[in-house]
């Protein structure tokens, strides 16, 4: 099952330079996008969201971008920070009642100081 | 903050046994699931919970598996008789509305010797 794929397992950024995080998505029925962060021994931490009916959405130092067409979605976080190391997981759901998530697998950012 | 809480954080279990997983949910949700991720594979949905009876479950969730919310508070997940292949992490979620984000406890190891 790869309807939800992070091609890159890891990334190393220097400290208050950009972090641009991938997920590419087969389904065309995916309607609804969300990136989490994992720290190790915790649960997924909800970090954005966006509907795909906009191509955009930015919260503080988090903005998630959408290509409908290529079927794409990025994270950047600007400035990146040492705290922002962790695991970020890029999932999706169709439109209906129960919206299950699909998930990738996942890419490993460390920001160096 | 509200948040998600899963007991116990680990669970060993003899293959064949019986094992049960507690979650206690934010308190206003109205939807639930559970997820499990196999060391180095994708987070996998199990099942999704709303109105006191399952909307969704997957090819995982066979007849070995069910759930169940007691009390108002608590949504468990029950494994009839474990196998080896069952052990992973599980992770408890839930959300106030199901196109809203799903937020996640710290999960459960489940190893099964």
């Known amino acids: 099952d790869q309807q939800v794929k992070q091609n890159s397992p890891s990334l190393s950024v220097q400290e208050g330079r950009i972090s641009i995080l991938n997920c590419d998505y087969t389904n065309s029925m995916f309607d609804y996008f969300l990136w989490y962060k994992k720290y190790p021994a915790e649960g997924p931490t909800f970090l954005i969201s966006i509907s795909s009916i906009k191509d955009k959405n930015e919260d503080g130092r988090f903005t998630v971008f959408l290509n409908k067409s290529a079927k794409h979605l990025s994270l950047h976080i600007v400035p990146s920070q040492p705290g922002d190391s962790a695991v970020y997981f890029c999932?999706?759901?169709?439109?209906?009642?129960?919206?299950?998530?699909?998930w990738g697998l996942g890419t490993s950012l460390a920001v160096n100081p | 903050e509200p948040e998600v809480t899963q007991t116990p954080s680990h669970q060993v279990t003899q293959m064949g046994q019986e094992v049960i997983l507690r979650c206690v949910p934010i308190?206003?949700?109205?939807?639930f699931y559970w997820y499990r991720q196999i060391l180095g594979q994708k987070v996998e949905f199990l099942v999704s919970f709303y109105n006191n009876e399952i909307s969704e479950k997957s090819e995982i969730f066979d007849d070995q598996f069910s759930v169940e919310r007691p009390d108002g508070s608590n949504f468990t997940l029950k494994i009839r008789s474990t196998k080896l292949e069952d052990s992973a992490m599980y992770f408890c979620?839930?959300?106030?509305?199901?196109?809203?984000?799903?937020?996640f406890g710290d999960g459960t190891r489940l190893s099964i010797l």
């Open positions: 979620a839930s959300s106030t509305e199901s196109n809203q984000p799903q937020h």
């Open positions: 999932a999706a759901s169709e439109a209906g009642n129960n919206r299950k998530l699909i």
């Open positions: 308190s206003n949700h109205l939807y």
